[in-house]
Structures are given as structure tokens and as C-alpha cells.
DNA sequence: TCCTATACATAAAT
DNA sequence: ATTTATGTATAGGA
């Protein structure tokens, strides 16, 4: 879908700044006032940085957004669950059916022989299965790859579904915290090899696609 | 020529249009024949009955739907976690992450812009070094979650620094699947607190403008 | 799939 | 809050 951008704007001919005043122009000749150029540029896909703009905006989009989502569970018959945390930390939900989010989240739950349970929800391929052990024990990695396990393993026998919200947010850093570390550390190694081995060209192209590995599930 | 003027009248065009076919569609309904499609968009916001346009179109809005998710998420900075099963059953969710890319290369110095850049990964914020180590051992936790310090512990264990690159991109989906899914748990448990606290049942009916009820703010 | 026309969302200006 | 300009999402068709 990203992908597509780049081309939907050749077609649409994105305005650069000489065509827009030409435009401008000429709608000034029609409108009797010149006063009519408002370049925005691109939605650039990076957090805003001012505080006010982007109180604003997180209003304006959630509002689409929870629009959004209604739309689908109405027209496609979908069950639809969305938690949203504003920057400022209010909760925002909504939930398609009169069932609760617990519930839709809890629909997870009905796969046989899951030890893990609700650990990971976020695991599940488009059937539904749990699939983090059985990747975990049919992953025939090197023989190294046993500690991930271990800690796969640790990580999974944690009793999560009992644990206080506040537990859980401890929990959740340092989770985040191993995570940035993994992250660091291989983007760390694959750039000591890039540098030995050669100059990669710039790239700088494929910027807003990284969200569509955190979907799950295909069609 | 002038566009601007062009598509000024081609919108008024629109607009006009637009009325008279919602009386047609209105129309429609209530005759239950007559349809004309002159207009495409401008759904009926009811459940689509055709089985095969109504998976297209599921198809099509999941994907929208995901991605105003993830933009909400990175352009103001919130926590969003969107759960939706298709019509079939299926699911599919997202979980925003806070560890962007970011974050991750704010705690690495050593790596020369260029290379990042190479890597596609923009910003930098060059203040600490890989500091996991330090960061898991000074966050003395509350004693209620000495499981959770286990669980830091191993990690802490674990070699990171050893491991191949593979190994380490292992690790880290792991890793990332574990922090998905307590995340997921957490938003849950405090959607539950929410909803016992205040139950806002909505009610939806016929436009796109209902669906705002079953939003809940709180602190 | 891909494309196009059109409705819709929304950033900026009022 | 309202308006306007412009980008985006998407219905329908190829």
C-alpha cells in the first residue's frame, strides 16, 4: 500500500512549487484575491514534534480512525477491537460487538493445547494458532539459539494473565529495554559488516513500510 | 490553461451530483429497485451483503484501517492496539511499539551517520552508548516483581554480544513477540478497569457519526 | 492484481 | 468552529 504512494503521485502530479504558482495565478485571476497557496507538504511519517500541532492532530486522526473501524465491523460483518493511549495517557476504546475488549481479546484463548495462552496474542498466525513454541522447537537453529530459548521459555512461564497492571508495566520495559539492546546490537554488527565489505548506496525510498510487519495474518 | 479553475467546477459538479444521488440511493432502499450506480463511493453504511465484495472490501479497509493505526501511533506518539477477526475468522492485529528507531539509536554512538543512513534508519540522537546492562541493573524494581528481575536477569545473562547476526535477528522476534503480547495484556487489563469503572454501551444506527459514542476518555 | 474516478480526510488558514 | 485546498482511501471496473 506504501508502495503505491510513489506512483499514485506521479500519476496525480504532485504540484511543485513553480506549477503552484502558476496556479495560484491564474485562481487569482478567477477569484479576485491572490491569496490562495497553501503548500502542505507531504505527511511526513515521523512523530511532530510540537506539542500543541500534535494534540491536534491526534484528535482529528482518532476520530478517523474509530470511524474507520466502525465503518469495517458495520460493512464487513468484522468484530473490530481498538485501544488507543493519547500521548497524554487517556484511553481511548472501542469495541465492535457488545462484547467487551477482554472478550475479543479473549477469543485468543480458545486454541487447544496453548500452555502459553494469552501470552502471546500477538503470536498467532492468520489461523489463529499459537505458533511462538512450535517455532521455538521447529526452528532448527544453531546450537547457540538454545539460551534464546531458555529465555523464550522463561519468558513464557511467566504467569502474565495474573500480574497487576503495574507488574505488567514493569514488565513491558524491560522487555523494551532487551529489546532496543537486540536491536542495537544486530544493527550494530550488520553495519561493522557493511562498512568491511563495501558502500551501500543511499536508500532512502522504503521509509514508511516498516509498519506492515507488525500485521498479522494474510488473506 | 487553468486547472484550478477546471477542478473548481468539476467539484461543484460533484456536489451536485452528490444530492441527487443520495435520494436515489435513498430512493432505492425504500423501493428496493431502481438502483443506479452512477456514483461509486458513497457506501451505504450497512452491512454489505454481496459475500465477495464485502471480502474486498474487507480486504481493502483492514488495510487502511492499519495503516491510520500505525500513522496515529508514530505521528503522535500513542499507544495503539487494533485487534480485528474477519467475517471467516481470522485475525489480524497491530500493537504500536515505542521502541522505534529512534529510541534504539539513541543508545548507539559508535555507528557513523552514513552507515545508518544506508541502513535507512534516519535518526540518531547520539547520548549513551548500548547501556541495557547498566539501564536493567539500576531500576531496582519493587519486590512484588522479583520474577520479573529473574526474567532480566537471564536476558542480562544471555551473550548478546556474541551472537550472530542470525542469532540476534532470532532473538529479537522473539523478543518483539513478547513484548507484543504483554502489551497487548496491559492495554487489556486497563481497558477491564476502564469498562468496570464506566460501561458506555453504544448504539449504532445508521450513520457514520454514532460510532463516537462508544469512545471513552479517562485520565 | 492494477487503474481511475470520486468521495473522504485533514492540514492550514479563518 | 468553519472553510478551503489538497492529499488519501477506496468502489468499481479492467
Given at each position: 500500500m506504501s508502495e503505491d504512494v510513489g506512483r499514485r503521485r506521479m500519476q496525480q502530479q504532485e504540484e511543485e512549487e513553480e506549477d503552484e504558482s502558476?496556479?495560484?495565478?491564474?485562481?487569482?485571476?478567477?477569484?479576485?484575491?491572490?491569496?490562495?497557496?497553501?503548500?502542505?507538504?507531504?505527511?511526513?511519517?515521523?512523530?511532530?514534534?510540537d506539542r500543541t500541532s500534535r494534540q491536534v492532530r491526534f484528535s482529528k486522526r482518532r476520530s478517523g480512525l474509530f470511524k474507520k473501524a466502525f465503518e469495517?465491523?458495520?460493512l464487513c460483518d468484522a468484530e473490530v477491537a481498538l485501544v488507543v493511549f493519547s500521548p497524554a495517557g487517556r484511553l481511548y476504546e472501542f469495541v465492535s460487538s457488545d462484547t467487551s475488549v477482554e472478550q475479543i481479546f479473549g477469543r485468543c484463548k480458545d486454541i487447544p493445547d496453548m500452555v502459553i495462552d494469552d501470552l502471546n496474542i500477538?503470536?498467532?498466525?492468520?489461523?489463529?494458532?499459537?505458533?511462538?513454541?512450535?517455532?521455538?522447537?521447529?526452528?532448527?537453529?544453531?546450537?547457540?539459539?538454545?539460551?534464546?530459548?531458555s529465555f523464550a521459555q522463561m519468558a513464557l512461564e511467566l504467569d502474565v494473565k495474573e500480574m497487576s497492571i503495574a507488574e505488567l508495566t514493569r514488565f513491558e520495559e524491560i522487555v523494551t529495554e532487551v529489546l532496543a539492546a537486540v536491536k542495537s546490537i544486530r544493527i550494530m554488527k550488520v553495519a561493522e559488516l557493511t562498512q568491511t565489505e563495501a558502500r551501500l548506496k543511499?536508500?532512502?525510498?522504503?521509509?514508511?513500510?516498516?509498519?506492515?510487519?507488525?500485521?498479522?495474518?494474510?488473506e
Open positions: 502558476l496556479k495560484a495565478a491564474a485562481a487569482a485571476v478567477e477569484e479576485g484575491g491572490g491569496k490562495r497557496k497553501r503548500k502542505r507538504g507531504r505527511v511526513e511519517l515521523r512523530r511532530i514534534e469495517l465491523s458495520v500477538a503470536a498467532r498466525d492468520s489461523r489463529g494458532y499459537c505458533n511462538i513454541q512450535l517455532d521455538l522447537n521447529e526452528q532448527s537453529a544453531p546450537e547457540s539459539v538454545s539460551e534464546l530459548n543511499r536508500d532512502p525510498q522504503k521509509k514508511g513500510d516498516n509498519w506492515s510487519g507488525q500485521e498479522s495474518g494474510k
